[in-house]
């Protein structure tokens, strides 16, 4: 009795010390090189895909430690090594990091040439490219041994393993892709790269990692004329800086600890794999003040509704959207949010869990879907926990004039128009 009173109060402590520690945590970002040891990974004529990688990734930490002290950098390896994959992943999780970037270089087979930088994030892509990317990448769990055991029966080298990437969902999704985007509009200006865009494949090893991240390939070691170039000190630190860059900018916007600020000069447009349908037009929505700084900005990111895949089914949901609108100019709608997709959703997909009086809205390069529209915070409250055995992460956004909302300030405006 005595000593399980202790034990509650010696937990209770731990807690408080844990939560204080983890309120003034650093940024902690992981940088992967992939390959190492007896993983040489791609081969050119004159260089190994492990050794560029490596090259790229020291580079790429010492202008993070150079430039923003306040950020703790976590190497997987700094030598030449063998690092299974799960454990490279384990580096990262238990380092509790904000960030997890792996850097890699690309190869085709015998007499096709490509040239150009790309990143990937975790996602399933229908392009058998991608497919191929990842398959060639994640091969390397075959050299572990007992790898059937550590990853569950996935066979890097059946197509039918990559099913499970199909859908990802969560705010990790969303930050992963604004990451890539950044790291390929910045390299690729910065560093003269062809771009090759922003893509989603299965990566074992952004799988296992629980934090925010992508997966570079630098280039194609099987192009000569890339291949030169990997291997050029110059060349290999424009690349380097570029994601630096990237990674200053991406810091900026979402670490509120942020004690070194960066601020961007032009906007980071970049190429995304296309989720919007391409015959899709964009609706007039009502005018707003321009937001006076960028922080606002990425507090109320524009929205554009997506374009359903079945009409008639959300016709019903649909009125009663528009009647919520209408009836409240000013006022805001209070929605829940129950999932978000790479992709468009089929009615009756199983993610979906049944439900039919869905709506979705586009924001960051996700399609997010929601339930239930009302301009009373009450209404959607109670919505919400209904929702939350079929859907534990939902949660409640808000709208306003037809754009996405603060909901904090939605709420407070929704207290102020009741009391009136
Ligand atoms: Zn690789």
Redesign the pocket.
Known sequence: MFSKKILSLVAMWLLLVLNAFSANKRFTLVIDA??GGHDA??LGTISK?KDI?LSVALAFGRYVERNQPDVRVVYTRKTDVFIPLKERANIANRANADLFISV???ALPAGKIARGFETYTLGMHRAKDNLDVAM??NS?ISMEKGYQQTYQGFDPRSSESYIIFEFIQGKNMERSVELARMIQKSVCTGANRPNKGVHQAGFLVLRETSMPGCLI?LGFITTPDEEQLLNSTNRVDDIARGIYQAFAQYKDRYDKGVSVPYRPTDDNKAEAPTIVPSDYKEEKTLAVAKPATRSTRAAQPRTAPVRKVEEQEHKQNQKKVVKAQNQTKDEPVFKVQILASSRVLRTGDCHLKGETEYDSYQENGMVKYTMGASTNYNEIYRLRKSLLEKFPEAFIIAFKNGQKYDVGQAIREYKQNKNK
Do not use: L, M
């Open positions: 992939g390959h990974g791609a895909e990688n890699h270089t690309n060639r990448e390397v390939e």
